[in-house]
């Protein structure tokens, strides 16, 4: 009967066995006697310790794909989510440049207009406001807005003038205007603007530059003190130092100087209220 049989319960199998082992060099065998129930149950646990030591190396081995199979799905995702974000980029600077282009169009006349398949959202979403698309004198206006606001156009404080604007060249040249006032009275800007300059010089003591754009600085000279610094943003009305006598002065008051592209002009020809 082949030994393989004896593992199976049967009616006639022998209740222990013996095993020879018996070695190649022809020594004493080494004789074994166990009990067949040991046997069948060392059988048993051998082959279900190697069924589970192969489901163990598949399981993990599929385990470590399905892993490296996420990493890459990841990272996929990641580089989608990336090129999605520098479309969108380029599509909103596709439309602020084509909005631009037409707003400039509009400006510049029905003749030169896009065709509608060209015209970009944004102008469409504006067409369908309650107010209607900005027109062109709206655009207009608009420019002509900001040009009002940045001009140096409000008095920089409320004084009395002791000497008026003297552009020609000579003993009584004069490049701005002088404004009398009580040492410590605020001195406001006259228009929107950025600081160019906030610092001191020999003529103007404390003083400030101001650029509003449009080619246009002016200058607050003699302050006691100043109240901002270079690159500020400021807006009309905003306090820029106090009235002083520092530099060449012999009383308190603010010189007030107004050019366009470097050359002084009259401040009360740019001054409205
Ligand atoms: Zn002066």
């Known amino acids: 009967m082949p030994f393989w049989k004896w593992l199976w319960p049967r009616k006639d199998a022998p209740r222990k066995i013996r095993i020879h082992l018996v070695p190649d060099s022809g020594d004493e065998p080494l004789s074994v006697k166990m009990p067949l129930g040991l046997l069948r149950i060392l059988v048993l646990l051998i082959v279900v310790g190697i ?13 470590i794909l399905e892993k490296q199979k996420n990493r890459v799905i990841v990272r996929q995702l990641e580089e989608n989510a990336a090129q999605l974000s520098r ?35 944004q102008i469409l979403r504006e067409r369908a406001l309650p107010g209607g698309p900005p027109q062109r004198e709206n655009l207009l206006q608009r420019g002509e807005q900001q040009v009002l606001s940045a001009m140096p156009s409000s008095w920089p404080l409320r004084g009395w003038i002791t000497q008026e604007f ?23 800007a006259a228009g929107d603007g950025v600081v160019l300059v906030a610092g001191w010089n020999d003529e103007y003591g404390n003083f400030v530059l101001l650029d509003h754009g449009f080619s246009v600085t ?5 302050n006691s003190h100043l109240g901002v610094r270079k ?17 060449r002065s012999t009383a308190p008051h603010l010189h007030f100087e107004i ?15």
């Open 51 to 63: 069924l589970a030591i192969l489901v163990l190396i598949f399981s993990s081995s599929s385990l």
């Open 259 to 273: 050019r366009r592209n470097g050359i002084p002009e009259d401040p009360k020809s740019y001054l409205l209220d």
């Open 231 to 247: 690159e500020d943003r400021v807006e009309r009305g905003d306090i820029l130092g106090y009235v002083g006598s520092t530099g």
């Open 218 to 222: 002016s200058l607050y000279g003699h």
């Open 87 to 121: 479309m969108n980029t380029l599509e909103r600077e596709l439309e602020e440049s084509a909005v631009l282009l037409y707003r400039m169009q509009t400006l510049f006349g029905e003749g030169t207009l896009p065709p509608d398949s060209l015209i970009p959202d």
């Open 166 to 188: 003297h552009g020609q060249h000579g003993h009584d040249y004069h490049a701005g205007m002088d404004i009398a006032a009580e040492p410590g009275t605020p001195v406001r």
